[in-house]
């Protein structure tokens, strides 16, 4: 395009710009005949017209003289800008296409860069200026070399392109860079994962604290993926298996326990120490699901198995692990944890006899969870360090897997002594020795069920509930508690009648005292799911106790012993979510608490019954066997305020029970 063609004057003495201009109208005069009109009438030639008058002019509708800077800038010292003149501009054409990146008819050429540009617009030329990023900006549509100038927050003036003043100081670029940070592009959404996936990772979510023999996550995936271990495909199905009781699998759950079952069992599967994790894993999940007599089966085969494959020896470790310290320690921790599982279903369930007792193993003692699970082993430690602790001088730390399998064979010694035939007999003294010995000895990081680091310590919590129930088994049969009235709660365990006596003797005592430690376990602050389901039958074990004590005539401080039953039904009605043998319980339980409560209010009918009550402590007995009565008949009645539940954290709030 040429240089705009200036004319004469107008009537008013503003310049005008010929039609070659893109701001003016069409005109017919040209150059020579403005200079003889002027030469004619005697008047001296107007002033060369500027194509438009700077932006601080224009505003104070004053003459520019297209000086740049013009003078009137130069003489009050302010920023001299130029905006291109829109007269003339008649609208965008007609019958074009919608062009959603192009701008309104009301402003001037759409973006620099195209051809006829003017040099002195900024952003172009010798002020280069990179354009920035915009929130909710569709990088899809990003124009070529657009200036971040356009992106400003709009203004009167500019849907008009502005002029750069070069006699005007520079800019800085990041002056005019927006500040708003581009938004990240939208997140992509990973597939929904299979139920598979799902029962995978709720075994490790839910299950692997309590029986943490399998490698960990990381581990177990990473040798999976490289295929060096054959029938590590076998415990991934059992693990499939015990997963898919947390979840909503339905009829998944029979499916995958019928194939964990036949890989164990088909022709081509190795006796090694992944198939006897396989096969501890169904034997606790059959256990818990009611199917005793087929988990006692796979038992029987797995034990066996486990002596034929020499894995309760020391070197065994060191041989399978391929010199892999986490490797070692998981096969260190499934004898344990075969030894711990064959324990406590001997003594719930009171059929076998604890086979794995009077095994000799001389394997090295697993480490603390935190070790195991980042893989920081340390130096493997033996039984007979730990039992030579008290005598020797050497000051070593044990984990709290040891002290649960220390438990356990103390379990194993209570099972192992003649039958007691009276109430003081030596071998009674002796047993408990052995469990106030262990309770003693505890260092004070294991005295509690809270690791180091305030989080719950699964393998201390089941160490203590072990040691609990030895100490009922213990004592109950010698106890002056009447088991009659609770003869219907045989779930985990048949019947074992005791007689009923006038006077609570030592063993009363400490039968007592410890199904009060069992319901005082509920309320940790962890989600009752998470233990293993051998809590179950501790549970209901506490339970039988507290039922005995309540069915006496007169029991002194009621109300808390029938807090106490509530807060094991609550306990056993969350369980029942996972664990049928818990549903079995719960029902049973609940069961017999209302029959004992019908019992009591028949005896209140006889004005006997009341002698030595006052009316306000009649009042309030009344009061608080509704109360309790009400829950026992509400189906879902659960430990109030104690989040037990899958996904809920526990904490008790004054022992209530809440339905729901």
Known sequence: MGAPQLTPASTNGSPSVSSDSPGTGTSSTTPMASATTDARLGQPAAPPAVPAACLACRGKHLKCDGGTPCSRCISSNMECLYVASRRGYKGPRRGTAHNPNKRHASSSPPYPGTEGDCPMMLGRGGVPLAAPALAGFNPGIVLPDQSPVSYTTASPLTNVPLYRNPFAPAMDPNALALTTAAPAAPPVQPPAPTLAERCFDAFYHFFHAGHPFVLPKDYFLRMLKDGSAPNLNVVMAAMRYVGSLYVDAGPAKATYLDDAIRLCYQPGTTKDGYLIQALLLIIVGLDGQCNQGRARELLADCERFAIEIDLNKRDFATIHGRGNPVLEESWRRTWWDLYVCDGMIAGVHRVTKFLLFDIQADVGLPCEEQQYLTGRIPQTLYMEDFDDETFSDEDREFSSFTYRIAAARNLGRMMRMPPVMFPDDATIDRVQSLLTNWRMHLPDSKRDDLSKSCTLDEMMFQAHFITHACTIMLHQPLSQLDTSPVQAVNSCAPHRPVPSGDVFNTHTRHTLTAASEISKMITQAVPITHHTHFFTCVITLSSIVHLSKWALYFVDDEEHLRQQIRLNIGALNKLSKV??????????????????????????????????????????????????????????????????????????????????
């Open 579 to 660: 664990w049928k043998a818990a549903d079995t319980a719960w029902g049973q339980v609940k069961g017999v608490a209302q029959e004992i409560y019908r019992e009591k209010k028949a005896q209140q009918i006889s004005p006997a019954f009341w002698v030595g009550f006052t009316q306000e402590q009649m009042m309030s007995s009344i009061n608080a066997d509704e109360g309790i009565m009400s829950e026992f008949r509400s189906v879902g009645a659960v430990v109030g305020d104690v989040g037990v539940g899958v996904n809920g954290g526990v904490g008790l709030m004054g022992g209530r029970v809440s339905q729901g």
